[in-house]
């Protein structure tokens, strides 16, 4: 049986990260992910884009991915927060943060195919792709993964298993982790669109009576929108011809960006939040979406899956460096303590803004703009937010610091 020190179930963004995070440190690594990523697909008008906060980008710096990332890449220079029809507003900028950009806007595409490069090349890592797991089991010094491979069974031993395996994370359900887990009854809608004034790298959050509406800044003058709708509302949406959405679209955004023309391909994404009730267990670890899925109100759910990869990387890499188990409890609930607060603090940040946004009680629109207002004016309020969305509050490991481990 092949034996591993760290088997990392789910090779998606978050998986494929942890596996660059621990290269070059002499471990045997098994990456198993069940779907074949399309690395050499062309970039195309319709890319799906995800908004990396700015200490995402210091993460990508520690795992120098980041030379590799940055032509695909477009700067958000300030973000412009508003809730439509009332007066409240909020601004935030570079600027004022001291940095190049808050964050930065990216294909989903460009960073697979980063990430599946930088795997290809990891000394002692096997990748299983397509391959997968069917059972988990736990021995006394070990976990027994069972997979499937092109119909041939094959079990793998390792000393560590990483559950990266997404918001329905089978391993969690194996190992009989609960979640909290609750239906937005919301569905956001995605495509690119090109509207007729430059976007000037500004991200656009509008706060609309069906719903949070982003506009991304892309390439090419495009901006990627995020458009949250009740799911009773999204099957109509969907159906709009072009003219329609289009129209539609306009008539929540505003004419901020002039006309908005050319539209995409639209995806439909059901919104639900998913909280696993533990972190870890003997053996066991969670990271991504399998330990929280988010509303994407404000861009959070990978950005908040690069900070769990970043700890649970440097926990270990510091365990193994001092002669300890990687996959003792122990040793891993030192990663849990980290993230206990970071995972608290966006879950409520997401929910409450969502929830709070989506609410047309009488009177609500006022107090919600001003209480926008006011967090416009006092900075420190504001800087904790800005701190937050761009995954810079709290204590910082050392790939968040752009350092290697
Ligand atoms: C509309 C929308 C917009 C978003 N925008 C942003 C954004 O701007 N910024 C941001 O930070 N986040 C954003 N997110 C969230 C982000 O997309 C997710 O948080 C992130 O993709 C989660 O990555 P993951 O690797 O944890 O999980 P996943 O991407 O779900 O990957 C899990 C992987 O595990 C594999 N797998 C599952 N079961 C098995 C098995 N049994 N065997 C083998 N493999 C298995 C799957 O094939 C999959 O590849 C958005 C989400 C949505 C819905």
Same mark, same amino acid.
């Given at each position: 049986?092949?034996?591993?020190?760290?088997?990392? /179930?789910?090779?998606?963004?978050?998986?494929?990260?942890?596996?660059?995070?621990?290269?070059?440190?002499?471990?045997?690594?098994?990456?198993?992910?069940?779907?074949?990523?399309?690395?050499?697909?062309?970039?195309?008008?319709?890319?799906?884009?995800?908004?990396?906060?700015?200490?995402? #980008?210091?993460?990508?710096?520690?795992?120098?991915?980041?030379?590799?990332?940055?032509?695909?890449?477009?700067? /958000?220079?300030? /973000?412009?927060?508003?809730?439509?029809?009332?007066?409240?507003?909020?601004?935030?900028?570079?600027?004022?943060?001291?940095?190049?950009?808050?964050?930065?806007?990216?294909?989903?595409?460009?960073?697979?195919?980063?990430?599946?490069?930088?795997?290809?090349?990891?000394?002692?890592?096997?990748?299983?792709?397509?391959?997968?797991?069917?059972?988990?089991?736990?021995?006394?010094?070990?976990?027994?993964?069972?997979?499937?491979?092109?119909?041939?069974?094959?079990?793998?031993?390792?000393?560590?298993?990483?559950?990266?395996?997404?918001?329905?994370?089978?391993?969690?359900?194996?190992?009989? /982790?609960?979640?909290?887990?609750?239906?937005?009854?919301?569905?956001?809608?995605?495509?690119?669109?090109?509207?007729?004034?430059?976007?000037?790298?500004?991200?656009?959050?509008?706060?609309?009576?069906?719903?949070?509406?982003?506009?991304?800044?892309m390439s090419d003058q495009r901006?990627?929108?995020v458009w949250t709708v009740a799911?009773?509302?999204?099957?109509?949406?969907?159906?709009?011809?072009?003219?329609?959405?289009?129209?539609?679209?306009?008539?929540?955004?505003?004419?901020?960006?002039?006309?908005?023309?050319?539209?995409?391909? #639209?995806?439909?994404?059901?919104?639900?939040?998913?909280?696993?009730?533990?972190?870890?267990?003997?053996?066991?670890?969670?990271?991504?979406?399998?330990?929280?899925?988010?509303?994407?109100?404000?861009?959070?759910?990978?950005?908040?899956?690069? #900070?769990?990869?970043?700890?649970?990387?440097?926990?270990?890499?510091?365990?193994?460096?001092?002669?300890?188990?990687?996959?003792?409890?122990?040793?891993?609930?030192?990663?849990?303590?980290?993230?206990?607060?970071?995972?608290?603090?966006?879950?409520?940040?997401?929910?409450?803004?969502?929830?709070?946004?989506?609410?047309?009680?009488?009177?609500?629109?006022?107090? #919600?703009?001003?209480?926008?207002?006011?967090?416009?004016?006092?900075?420190?309020?504001?800087?904790?937010?800005?701190?937050?969305?761009?995954?810079?509050?709290?204590?910082?490991?050392?790939?968040?610091?752009?350092?290697?481990?």
């Amino acid at each position: 049986m092949p034996q591993y020190d760290v088997i990392i /179930i789910g090779g998606g963004m978050v998986g494929a990260s942890l596996a660059c995070a621990l290269s070059g440190r002499g471990l045997r690594i098994a990456l198993i992910e069940a779907v074949e990523l399309e690395t050499r697909r062309e970039a195309g008008y319709d890319d799906r884009v995800i908004a990396l906060a700015y200490g995402t #980008r210091r993460i990508f710096d520690g795992l120098q991915l980041w030379g590799a990332l940055a032509a695909d890449t477009t700067p /958000i220079h300030r /973000i412009h927060v508003s809730d439509r029809g009332h007066f409240g507003m909020v601004h935030m900028d570079r600027v004022e943060e001291g940095l190049p950009a808050l964050g930065y806007v990216v294909p989903a595409r460009a960073i697979g195919r980063v990430l599946a490069e930088a795997v290809a090349g990891i000394e002692g890592l096997d990748s299983y792709c397509p391959a997968t797991v069917t059972a988990v089991k736990r021995t006394a010094a070990a976990v027994e993964v069972d997979m499937s491979q092109e119909g041939l069974m094959t079990t793998l031993s390792g000393r560590l298993v990483v559950a990266a395996d997404g918001a329905d994370s089978p391993v969690r359900e194996q190992f009989g /982790i609960d979640c909290t887990e609750r239906d937005y009854g919301q569905t956001a809608i995605v495509t690119n669109i090109t509207p007729q004034l430059a976007h000037n790298h500004i991200a656009y959050e509008r706060f609309t009576d069906s719903g949070p509406l982003a506009l991304l800044p892309m390439s090419d003058q495009r901006c990627a929108v995020v458009w949250t709708v009740a799911s009773s509302q999204a099957g109509s949406i969907m159906e709009l011809d072009e003219a329609g959405f289009i129209a539609a679209l306009q008539s929540r955004f505003g004419y901020r960006l002039g006309r908005l023309e050319r539209v995409g391909r #639209r995806q439909a994404w059901p919104l639900r939040l998913v909280q696993a009730k533990e972190t870890v267990r003997e053996r066991l670890a969670l990271i991504g979406n399998a330990v929280h899925t988010l509303h994407p109100v404000a861009g959070q759910g990978f950005n908040l899956g690069a #900070r769990d990869v970043a700890v649970l990387a440097e926990v270990l890499v510091d365990a193994i460096d001092a002669g300890e188990d990687p996959g003792s409890l122990q040793v891993l609930q030192r990663y849990a303590d980290w993230r206990v607060r970071d995972h608290r603090n966006v879950a409520v940040f997401t929910d409450g803004l969502a929830r709070l946004f989506s609410l047309s009680l009488p009177g609500l629109g006022v107090a #919600r703009s001003a209480g926008m207002l006011a967090f416009d004016l006092v900075p420190p309020a504001k800087r904790l937010l800005t701190r937050m969305t761009m995954g810079r509050s709290g204590r910082t490991p050392r790939l968040a610091r752009g350092l290697p481990l």
